[in-house]
């Protein structure tokens, strides 16, 4: 077979489109430490608006989002829920515990049904020992459980038990949108159950940086001094933002992805070797367990020598993901490659 390159590492490599190139060259940009970029004002304007918050923050990571939105909300000392294999727990270097000093209960299944009466159960009594609860952390979509939908159903009980117990709620949102256009819904039927959520643009969206947390007015007030003290004031940054606002226009095109990681997950379902559970894959996230003779990373090297690249997820799961610059041509092309390592 003809070698080409497809890349399923992550949605995070899509590149800008030609649009959001014409878009920065000529946007109109000031200091936005002293709140004078037009576009960046724009942006977060529009980015409020859509999740159905008062004001937004565009910071230039989503990771960076996820640690202010911990520092905003809670104090040194407090503890934080979250799923076990949530971002912010696996994946942002400890930043919970570096910079806002918290300490993080991991729920094994929080982001499942199971949510709300896990979260019940992860709650403590007042006890002169115990930690001072302040937030809890979901995922939508669940990186790690493979772009999964946490349904508004459940949110709203998780959301309506952390109230009772005076808790903040804060969504990772790097993909909602992918939720929302999965289900077919407006992402406010998400958002209205959270105080703060983040969402990137450098996704799926394919802007080339940046991610917005949104919440109250006071919440973002507060935010922005901790954006400053993370160096994450950017000057004229309505060069990224120009790019943020035409990637906001594409939303309805995650759609596409979706159909890729279907097929993507339905051919290699038929391979042996390999376990997969459609109904798991709702997003643009295909999670395949390799059972037969190869590990996972064997797995891996073999496709990237073919040169579809993907990564490994554990010793035998690795993780494809879809986006803007995979087509349907290259889902055929990494099934066929994938085939003939395994057949
Ligand atoms: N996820 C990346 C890696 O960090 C694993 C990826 O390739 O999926 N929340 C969620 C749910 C994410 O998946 C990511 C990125 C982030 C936050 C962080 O966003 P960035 O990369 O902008 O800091």
Do not use: W
Request: with cysteine; net charge negative.
């Amino acid at each position: 077979m003809t070698i080409r390159t497809v890349d399923l590492r992550s949605d995070t490599i899509t590149l800008p489109t030609d649009e959001m190139r014409a878009a920065m060259a000529k946007a109109v940009v000031g200091d936005d430490v002293y709140g004078e970029d037009p576009t960046v004002n724009q942006l977060e304007q529009e980015a409020a608006a859509l999740v159905g918050k008062e004001a937004a923050l565009f910071v230039p990571s989503g990771t960076m989002g996820n640690q202010i939105a911990v520092l905003t909300h809670t104090g040194r000392g407090d503890e934080v829920i979250l799923d076990s294999e949530a971002h912010i727990y696996y994946y942002e270097v400890g930043g919970p515990a570096m910079l806002a000093g918290v300490q993080l209960q991991p729920v094994n299944g929080l982001l499942s049904d199971k949510g709300p009466e896990l979260l019940k159960a992860a709650l403590r009594s007042e006890d002169i020992h115990f930690p001072h609860t302040s937030l809890v952390c979901l995922e939508n979509t669940f990186n790690r459980g493979g772009g999964t939908i946490l349904p508004p159903n459940i949110m709203s009980e998780i959301y309506a038990i952390a109230k009772q117990r005076g808790l903040q709620v804060h969504v990772d949102g790097a993909r909602i949108f992918n939720a929302a256009v999965s289900l077919g819904i407006d992402v406010r039927e998400f958002t209205q159950y959270c105080d703060s959520v983040m969402f990137c643009l450098s996704k799926g969206l394919a802007a080339p940086v940046g991610s917005l947390l949104a919440g109250s007015k006071d919440f973002i007030t507060r935010a922005r001094k901790y954006r400053k003290a993370l160096g994450g004031g950017m000057r004229q940054a309505g060069i990224l933002a120009a790019a943020g606002l035409v990637a906001l226009k594409s939303i309805d095109r995650l759609a596409e992805d979706h159909a890729n990681a279907k097929r993507l997950a339905a051919g290699l379902a038929e391979l042996p070797g390999l376990h997969i559970d459609p109904a798991r894959v709702q997003t643009n996230i295909v999670i395949v367990e390799v059972k037969g003779r190869l590990t996972a990373a064997e797995l891996v090297n073999q496709l990237a020598e073919r040169g579809v690249k993907c990564s490994t997820f554990g010793p035998n799961l690795i993780r494809l993901v879809t986006h803007k610059d995979v087509a349907a041509e290259d889902i055929e092309y990494a099934l066929a490659a994938a085939k003939e390592i395994l057949c």
